[in-house]
Structure formats: structure tokens, C-alpha cells
């Protein structure tokens, strides 16, 4: 069991290094379009701050080459500003004399954000120097970006070595939640799985076949699934490297006695159709384009949520940037919000269509990682957690 802030003792006047993920959606004119990574993170942050720590918040924004003015965090500081009045600075810079000054005349108990450590290349480089300088803003180092703990930067894996450390409520939570839902499935565990890309999910779905009861799958990677069954799709996204995957898939869960289901009617437009004027269509003829799962399915689908015990969902099932393409994804996220089992909803556009819906609240778990969770769902640990310090029991 890995330490959390709870394990930490004496606090008071401490630099506490706190590694968010507060990578958030944001317009052209820096405005946040979705604050779930920011208030999710309000309970650590509050608790270092009663502690009386000085709290510096260390996060990345987007993949800036070099410093982009639309990727400053200044407007995630204001946001701030909101639950800690009076309690937090903005600084300029990541590292260096400046920021150091900054943090010294902190009074306690007070937060400074740091400015984006994604604008230093040394970051995802895992620099040994990088790390090295962050490293020295502090005296205790913790983890509470769960969206980042599948990749070895500077920020979420170096750092760790260097300093004392320990998680935050907020990866604690994913933690207990997703192994305990991985390791203690509660049954009849139904699995869904949207996006686009079979490739990209060919080990969570392997490792599915051995866990889950059933999987629905949706979105575009369900193409290549039916492909591999000798049913149309017409000119729906299915390439041959992806039907092979999925024609394994399928005899495994077979040779296993698991339920893989798939769309039976789609929503679909016609190539031809400059104005993508969308239908409903059982069989995708030739000249189709599928881009979302029809009634049937999603009629098909909520039978088998409805019976669930536990049900995990990653991915969109339909083009869901899209409105003429979106009621899928939208109907699943009220269904899986509205059942009695328990729920865990993954990856960024699940998240949002359960944001979107108003039931955001009747989800067991809304995790707020996107590639950490699949690394979970894989069965795999995270390397940013196994660096974290053991509880001392």
C-alpha cells in the first residue's frame, strides 16, 4: 500500500511539491470549457493548506513546443482564486532563483501554481537535471495527477526519486476503486467499449475476455469486430490489421464462454451526401457510412446494463463531436447513470457525455484519467505509482 498525505506528519512550513493533472479543455481566449480535473483536486490542495504546507502546484497544459501564450495557466490560477481566496500566487516561471524567492516568502499554508512545466522539453524527457530543479523548490513531493502516472516525465517520475513522497485523495481514490473493481468484479461485470482505434484497446479487451461477463462494443472499432463475422459495413472505418485483431478476439472470448455483443442497426449518411443528412439502417450497404449505434443496439445494450452488478465504460460509441451523431454515447451515459450497479466510467469523452447528461453524480466512479486507467484496465501497474514510497503499517 503506497503512502498518501494522510501518512504525512508535520506539515507546518513545509514546501510540499503537489504534481496535478489540471490539463484541461480550454477556447482560444483561455476559458475553461470543463473544470472536473480543477474541483476534483480541491480536497488535497485544501488539506495540505490546513496543514499549514506551502502548497506549489505543478501541472502541464496541452503539448506546447516552447512557450505558447494560449497554454499559460494563468487562467487556471483564477480558478483557484475561487476556493482559496486570498490563499494563491501565480509565478511566471517553472523553476529558477525567481520562483524559489517566490516560494520563501510564502506565508504558510498558501498556494503559488506554477507556469505550464510542459513550456521545458526537459520535462517529458525525464531530465535528470530538469527533475533536479524541481526537486529543489521542495521539501515533499506528492502525486495526485492519476491522468499522468502512465508516463515517466520529470514532473511525475523523477521528482519521485528524489524526494520524500506520498499520493493524494485523489489518486488514492482511483486506485482503490479500479483495482478493487478489477481484482473483486462485482457479477454479472459488463464492459463497454467506444472510440476508434481496436489497436489501441487490444490489450484492455484481452484482459477483459478474462475479467468481465459481457462486453458491448461501439463506436468505430466496432466495425472491424463485424467485418470479422462477414457482416457489411460499408465504407465504415475497417482495415485489415484491425479485423485480424478482432477476429482473435472474438474465437478467444468464444473459447472462453464470454458475451462479446455488437451493433445490430446504425446511424449512418451516404457518401455521396455532401450534406451528411443521417438514417437509421440495419444493413450498411456499399456506399454507408456508419458514425453512431442505432436504437436497437442502444435497446440491445441498457438489457444487458440494466442486468449488471458492475459496469465499466471507456470510449464514445458514435462520432460524438458530432451532433447529428451523439445520441448513442448519450443514451448509454443516462442508462449506465440511471442503473442500480456499480459504475466506472473512463476516457475523456465518456466522462463528458456523463458531465453533459446531468448525472454526472449517480456515477459510482468518474475517473479522471484517460491513459492511466486503460493501463489499469490492462492489468498493468503504473510506473509514477511504483515509485511512491510503502506505508509504513
Given amino acids: 500500500m503506497k503512502r498518501s498525505i494522510r501518512d ?20 482560444k481566449v483561455g476559458r475553461i470549457l470543463d473544470q472536473t480535473r480543477i474541483t476534483a483536486e480541491i480536497p488535497t ?5 490546513n496543514q499549514g504546507a506551502k502548497v506549489i502546484i505543478c501541472t502541464h497544459l496541452g503539448r506546447p513546443n516552447g512557450y505558447e501564450i494560449s497554454l499559460s495557466l494563468w487562467p487556471i490560477s483564477l480558478i483557484l482564486m475561487k476556493y482559496f481566496p486570498g490563499k494563491v500566487q501565480f509565478s511566471q516561471k517553472t523553476v529558477g532563483d525567481k520562483v524559489k524567492q517566490q516560494i520563501e516568502s510564502l506565508p504558510d499554508g498558501s498556494i503559488i ?12 524527457e525525464d ?16 502525486n495526485d495527477a492519476f491522468g499522468c502516472c502512465h508516463r515517466k516525465h520529470a514532473s511525475t517520475y523523477g521528482v519521485a526519486r528524489l524526494l520524500p513522497n506520498a499520493i493524494g485523495f485523489l489518486v488514492e481514490k482511483e486506485l482503490n476503486a479500479i483495482q478493487d473493481a478489477m481484482d473483486h468484479p462485482k457479477r454479472p461485470f459488463v464492459a463497454i467499449f467506444g472510440g476508434f482505434k481496436v489497436e489501441d ?41 484491425c479485423v485480424a485483431i478482432a477476429e482473435q478476439i472474438l474465437k478467444d472470448a468464444q473459447a472462453k464462454g464470454k458475451k462479446i455483443i455488437l451493433p445490430v442497426d446504425h446511424v ?41 452488478k458492475q459496469v465499466l465504460w471507456n470510449g464514445p460509441l458514435g462520432k460524438y463531436e458530432d451532433k447529428e451523431f451523439k445520441n448513442g454515447t448519450m443514451k448509454i451515459a443516462e442508462i ?45 501497474s503504473l510506473p509514477c505509482i511504483e515509485v511512491i514510497q510503502e506505508k509504513i503499517i
Fill in 127 to 142: 531530465d535528470p537535471v530538469f527533475a533536479k530543479e524541481l526537486a529543489s523548490l521542495a521539501d515533499i513531493y506528492v
Fill in 8 to 27: 504525512l506528519v508535520d506539515l507546518k512550513g513545509k514546501r510540499v511539491l503537489l504534481r496535478t493533472d489540471f490539463n484541461v479543455p480550454m477556447d
Fill in 201 to 241: 484497446k487490444i490489450k484492455v479487451l484481452k484482459n477483459m475476455i478474462d475479467i468481465a461477463d459481457t462486453i458491448l462494443i461501439g463506436g468505430a472499432m466496432a466495425y472491424p469486430f463485424l467485418v470479422a463475422q462477414w457482416i457489411p459495413v460499408g465504407l465504415s472505418p475497417s482495415r485489415p490489421e
Fill in 113 to 124: 501554481l506554477l507556469e505550464n512545466v510542459r513550456f521545458h522539453k526537459e520535462e517529458m
Fill in 268 to 308: 449512418a449518411y451516404r457518401s455521396d451526401d455532401k450534406k451528411h443528412k443521417p438514417f437509421v439502417t440495419d444493413t450498411l450497404q456499399s456506399n454507408m457510412i456508419a458514425c453512431d449505434i442505432g436504437p436497437k443496439t442502444i435497446a440491445l445494450f441498457e438489457k444487458e446494463i440494466r442486468g449488471a
Fill in 336 to 380: 449506465v447513470a440511471s442503473s442500480k450497479c456499480y459504475s466506472i466510467v473512463g476516457g475523456g469523452d465518456s466522462v463528458s457525455a456523463v458531465n453533459k447528461s446531468g448525472k454526472a453524480n449517480m456515477i459510482s466512479h468518474l475517473s479522471t484519467g484517460g491513459g492511466a486507467t486503460m493501463k489499469l484496465f490492462e492489468g498493468n
Fill in 45 to 49: 490542495i485544501r488539506y495540505l493548506v
